[in-house]
């Protein structure tokens, strides 16, 4: 027997909001995206878990499309933060607010 | 019948509807045209109505108004003998006075305005002749009011005389007041607001709810028709164009209060003690406002004090029990006085809006069409035999001598010795105006040049006034004389209308004999005060002490008395409300409330830096809401 | 099994200490290997919840290919690390931990008011070819799908480092 599928649950969850803290709080761009990759990640963990507990394997096959998206999307993202070092030189979230008002 | 009396009443209404919404795109001429023409349609409609109608009262309903729930008023009038006279009078004389209101605004640009409202006036003035529904009765009432207000104050740029117009208009609203509580008695003690079926219940009614109703309707009369307490707007309304003076102020609107108790007299006389004060008030003012008379400088506030005299007159008749005398003396005064202010509107105009009487002089040789006409209309005024006027003032006093109760004797001599001061200040009035003066006093800054030319319309309206004033004697020549009293057998019907003064015919000739000699004799000491050789000694020569010349000036200072007592404090109360209070209280109030909603939205703007980490933590806000709102919704704790 | 959940909790514990360091690093390279750490326990946390074709996945997806890229960018741009007060660090990590402390404890709790849970997971185990059969049987439109999607990121990234273009003027010019 191994754990509950709560424990599993709670594990997640720990790490989701690790991540979650990581993208809000942190100013750097990439930290941001590190964060996000984090919370991916306990997503994944999820879908492990409840695949185990409902005995399908749709839990696995979704995590398989995480990967990709997550793959995809870091791909983008750093290429967004490639450009905008080479237009602004600062990586730094604060420096770009031309929303503001 | 019915489609005579709708003309009757709606015609002005339509053309002063007409005239206020395309008036001034039309020519002038037309403008005037169709002015004058709807008041003489009336005028026919009234012949008509005043021919064909019998000697019973008939109820004519002409429009439905309104019917809330199972309470419905209509515009139905009610024509007895008694209306049908008073509406001829009064689209007679309004005829005459529109037409010579076309002269007269001659040189007025504003000239649309003016003609709308004047036949404003003339349908408000009709409804109140004729409407048999209370409330119709009341929206004639208030209208009248406001064409007053809107006439006097019509050269409203200048201050004085907009505030003249407020005057009249705050006054008479406070008769009014009494008239709606009033008309909420009468409806709620016959539970119908119909004034014939009401005349014809009167006789249920309790005496002290007659005398209350009385005093009540006395109060709404005291005020339209410019008695005491009631009486100081009048005075100043003379700051109106001259025709309006003429027709509200001494032919119609101020005969309204009159009218209105004679309406009502079933009710009114129900009460001996609302008799005796309409008396007491008629006799007050009347020999207040001949004193004042006496004393004023300016030929328009003469004439305005005589015309409370004069009215103060009719109530006294009415008041005696008697509808005749007042309905006489009313149908003469509209005449004779109405002629009087237009003729003073001539004077008026030749010398450049002058005013002053002491300032005038010399007249005669200038104008000598006006001043014949003038002494006509101040024959009249004067009771002078055999002229209109002194048949029925006798009439009145006649009445007035042979009530039953004691009380009315008092009052005969006081209106006496007023009907002996009317020719007084009459003439003293003709002869400063119309009399040559001598070479030494003229020395008046009245430029002999600088006179206008009077518009011929304004003359020619004048001598059928003159002929009625001179004649209207003949309206009820006592029998003595071998008249036929007519006017006495034609309102017999009316309740109140005595076919004739049960009078002994010698107390009758005494009487009038003893009135006529004395007024003519009055008529001669006038002139040894104010001949115009007295102006060597003084600019202007007074009869009286010079304290009695100040109070009576000054109106016994009742208009002070007023200003200090009531307008001042209630001025005073009005500003510390408006400063303090609305403006201090709730107007700031308001802004800091409103200023509240800057608060949130700066504090609501820290939102929006457009950085990306406050945009990460409002979605982790978000999740954490989200969560929230499962975790309570979802799990059955 | 009770070598399977201790293992299960120290591999819980040591990911989450991970995680942590890594979020709290100044240098970003120093929170990338820490994530690297972290990653390699969240594959074995896979493998022991019956999943080693994704647990596989996860060290070469992850934490080969995309913590590299990572790396690779950070050297590339050359970020200095933050110089901030601690003062102002707490000030900034308030927010989160305030957050994330509510959403942990409501999540706690929903978890716990659930009556099913004490129940332990049945331990299982899927092949790379059960999984891939099970993939391509019933999910092959969004494998197709992810293909596509990679294609377009790819595209993507090409298209926003390339880097500055001349204007035509100057290339012209350049060019006799």
């Known amino acids: 027997m191994i754990v509950p599928f709560s424990h599993v649950l709670l594990l997640a969850v720990i790490l989701f909001g690790l991540g979650a803290a990581c993208a809000v709080t942190r100013r750097n761009l990439i930290m941001i995206l590190i964060g996000v990759e984090i919370m991916l990640n306990a997503a994944g963990l999820v879908f492990v878990g409840a695949s185990l507990k409902w005995q399908h394997l749709d839990g696995q096959a979704f995590v398989i499309f995480i990967f990709t998206v997550a793959a995809a999307e870091v791909a983008v993202g750093l290429a967004l933060i490639v450009f905008l070092q080479r237009r602004t030189g600062s990586v730094n979230a604060n420096r770009y607010n031309l929303l503001k008002g | 019948m019915r489609t005579t009396l709708f003309l009757l009443i709606f015609l002005p209404f339509l053309s002063a509807l007409l005239l206020a919404v395309i008036g001034r795109r039309l020519p002038r001429r037309m403008v005037e045209t169709i002015a004058c023409l709807a008041v003489l349609g009336s005028l026919a409609m009234a012949i008509i109505a005043f021919a064909s109608s019998g000697q019973k009262g008939q109820v004519v309903t002409l429009l439905p108004w309104f019917a809330v729930g199972d309470f419905s008023a209509e515009m139905s009038v009610y024509l007895d003998p008694l209306a049908a006279v008073m509406a001829l009078m009064v689209t007679l004389v309004s005829s005459l006075i529109h037409i010579y209101s076309v002269g007269f605004m001659r040189e007025d640009e504003d000239y649309v305005r003016f003609f709308c409202y004047m036949n404003l006036f003339v349908f408000a003035m009709l409804v109140v002749t004729l409407s048999d529904n209370l409330l119709f009765l009341y929206l004639g009432w208030e209208g009248v009011g406001f064409c007053s207000y809107a006439l006097i104050g019509f050269w409203h740029s200048d201050e004085v005389k907009a505030a003249a117009g407020r005057k009249a208009f705050v006054l008479t609203r406070i008769g009014d007041v009494a008239f709606g509580i009033a008309i909420a008695f009468f409806f709620i003690i016959t539970n119908t607001l119909s004034l014939s079926s009401i005349n014809g219940q009167a006789a249920s009614l309790s005496a002290g709810m007659a005398t209350a109703l009385g005093i009540l309707l006395l109060f709404a009369a005291a005020g339209k028709s410019a008695q005491l307490p009631l009486a100081v707007w009048l005075p100043d309304a003379m700051a109106g164009p001259t025709p309006v003076s003429a027709l509200i102020h001494a032919a119609t609107m101020v005969t309204a209060g009159v009218y209105l108790l004679i309406r009502f007299f079933p009710v009114v006389s129900l009460s001996p003690a609302a008799l005796l004060t309409i008396a007491i008030v008629g006799t007050g003012t009347a020999f207040f406002a001949a004193c004042a008379a006496l004393a004023q400088k300016d030929i328009k506030r003469i004439l305005a004090y005589s015309t409370i005299s004069q009215v103060s007159y009719m109530f006294l008749g009415v008041g005696a029990g008697d509808i005749t005398g007042g309905m006489f003396h009313l149908l003469a005064h509209a005449f004779f006085k109405a002629l009087l202010f237009l003729a003073a509107g001539c004077v008026i105009h030749v010398l450049n809006e002058e005013h002053d009487i002491f300032r005038m002089g010399g007249l005669r040789s200038r104008l000598p069409v006006v001043f014949w006409l003038f002494l006509a209309g101040s024959l009249a005024l004067g009771a002078i035999p055999p002229f209109g006027g002194f048949f029925s003032k006798d009439y009145i006093l006649l009445a007035t001598f042979i009530h039953p109760e004691p009380a009315y004797k008092i009052l005969w001599v006081v209106a006496a010795v007023t009907a002996l001061l009317t020719p007084l200040y009459t003439f003293r009035l003709f002869f400063m105006v119309f009399l040559e003066r001598p070479a030494a006093a003229k020395e008046s800054p009245r430029n002999e040049q600088a006179v206008r030319p009077l518009p011929r319309l304004m003359v020619w309206t004048l001598w059928p006034l003159a002929i009625f004033s001179l004649i209207a004697g003949l309206l009820n ?130 939102w929006t830096t457009g950085r990306l980490s406050t945009y990460l933590k409002m979605l982790l806000l978000g999740f954490t809401v989200i969560l929230c709102a499962l975790a309570l919704g979802w799990y059955p704790w | 099994m009770s070598f399977y959940s201790g293992f299960f909790y120290i591999l819980a514990i040591v990911t989450g200490i991970a995680t942590f360091m890594a979020i709290t690093r100044r240098q970003a390279l120093h929170a990338i290997v820490y994530l690297i750490i972290s990653f390699f326990g969240t594959a074995l946390l896979f493998y022991l919840l019956g999943a080693p074709f994704l647990a596989l996945l996860e060290v070469i997806i992850y934490a080969g290919a995309i913590m590299v890229l990572f790396l690779f960018i950070i050297m590339m741009i050359q970020i200095r690390p933050s110089s901030q007060s601690r003062g102002a660090a707490l000030k900034q990590w308030l927010p989160a931990i305030v957050l994330c402390g509510i959403a942990f404890s ?71």
């Open chain 3, 106 to 176: 409501l999540a706690a709790a929903m978890v716990f008011a659930d009556p099913a849970t004490p129940v332990p997971l049945t331990p299982a185990t899927a092949g790379p070819g059960e999984l891939g059969r099970f993939l391509f049987q019933q999910y092959w439109f969004p494998v197709e799908m992810a293909s596509f999607l990679l294609l377009i990121a790819l595209v993507g990234a090409l298209y926003l480092g390339r880097g500055e273009e001349k204007s035509p003027v100057q290339q012209r010019e350049k060019a006799p």
């Open chain 2, 477 to 606: 020549l006592p029998s003595m004389w071998s008249g036929n009293e007519w006017l006495a057998r034609y309102l017999s019907a009316v309740p109140g209308g005595v076919p004739s003064l049960t009078a002994l015919p010698d107390i009758e000739g005494s009487m009038e004999m003893g009135t006529g000699l004395l007024s003519i004799i009055v008529l001669g000491l006038s002139y040894y005060l104010y001949r115009p050789q007295k102006f060597r000694a003084t600019p202007t020569p007074g009869a009286l002490p010079q304290t009695l010349e100040q109070l009576f000036f000054y109106g016994f200072y009742l208009d002070r008395l007023y200003q200090v007592a009531i307008v001042s404090p209630y001025q005073r109360i009005s500003r510390f409300l408006w400063e303090r209070i609305d403006e201090g209280g709730l107007d700031r109030g308001f802004d800091s409330a409103g200023k509240l909603l800057p608060i949130f939205s700066i504090g609501l703007q820290s």
